[in-house]
């Protein structure tokens, strides 16, 4: 079972093979009938097609799909807050943490990041957590860490997956433990949408950076030995020289 993606696409192959039995199974009972009422009467030879027929309605009353619940929607145009503030104030490649990760197994654990991946059609910013046939072990790994959020090891381990922006609905705030401050990667408030009751916090790293400041004062070092005298401190060129009463 370990090796099986999706259960629901394999549940469609083991219908199908089901389907293949019953329908020989089918045939098995009215050739059976024949060979036993076929040599009789009329009504006799037209008795040897009720048990197939019987047989066949009882599987399509067995198989006849129950109706499913369907949960209405948001239309996509409507003015969300919290929503601008993604569209307009992110990057288009920030990853985003929606809370809280589902911890159960149910497709009802998930109704709420379902909501969250349909509103991705809006800002189409990359989320780190969602919901699909299957999870990889990495993601498990990250649900499992993500129980003790607002700990110092969750923190971290959604810095690890590239994650910029966590988006935390006010009931997951109040039951939540206050964060560590002297965590490696804190939370940093960035926007609070009172009207959905949620808010926005950014991550902030440790102060370990992809460029160090050695290579950015080389690098300043440079720009001021290649630049033209007359744009440095002497004030030969630029406004000093255009604008006369600056």
């Known amino acids: 079972l370990g090796q099986i993606r999706n259960f629901f696409r394999f549940a469609l192959f083991a219908q199908l093979a089901v389907a293949l039995l019953a329908a020989g199974a089918l045939h098995g009972v009215l050739e059976a009938s024949r060979r036993r009422f076929g040599n009789g009467p009329g009504m006799q030879r037209a008795a040897a097609f009720v048990p197939a ?5 009882l599987a ?6 129950a109706p499913g619940p369907i949960q209405p929607l948001p239309p996509p145009e409507r003015e969300l807050p919290w929503l601008t ?3 307009e104030e992110t990057a288009v490649d920030d990853v985003l943490a929606f809370l ?3 911890q159960g197994r149910k497709t009802a654990d998930y109704a ?3 909501q969250w991946m349909y509103w991705q059609q809006r800002h189409w910013r990359p989320m780190v957590n969602g919901y699909s046939g299957f999870f990889p072990s990495r993601f498990k790994a990250l649900t499992e860490t993500m129980k003790d959020f607002p700990s110092a090891q969750s923190l971290a381990a959604l810095k690890d997956a590239g994650v910029r922006y966590c988006i935390v609905p006010k009931f997951v705030i109040e039951a939540s433990p206050p964060p560590d401050p002297d965590a490696a990667v804190t939370l940093a408030l960035v926007f609070r949408d009172e009207e959905n009751e949620l808010a926005i916090f950014a991550l902030r790293g440790d102060g370990d950076h992809i460029v160090s400041l050695d290579a950015c004062i080389n690098t300043m070092r440079e720009t001021g030995r290649d630049m033209s005298e007359r744009y440095k401190e002497t004030s030969l060129g ?3 020289v255009n604008v006369a009463n600056c």
Do not use: N, Q, W
Request: charged fraction near 15%.
């Open 112 to 114: 709420g990041t379902s």
């Open 100 to 102: 809280p990760f589902p």
């Open 53 to 57: 027929a019987v047989l066949a309605l």
């Open 85 to 87: 503030f993604i569209e």
């Open 238 to 240: 630029g406004l000093a």
């Open 60 to 65: 399509v009353f067995e198989m006849r799909p």
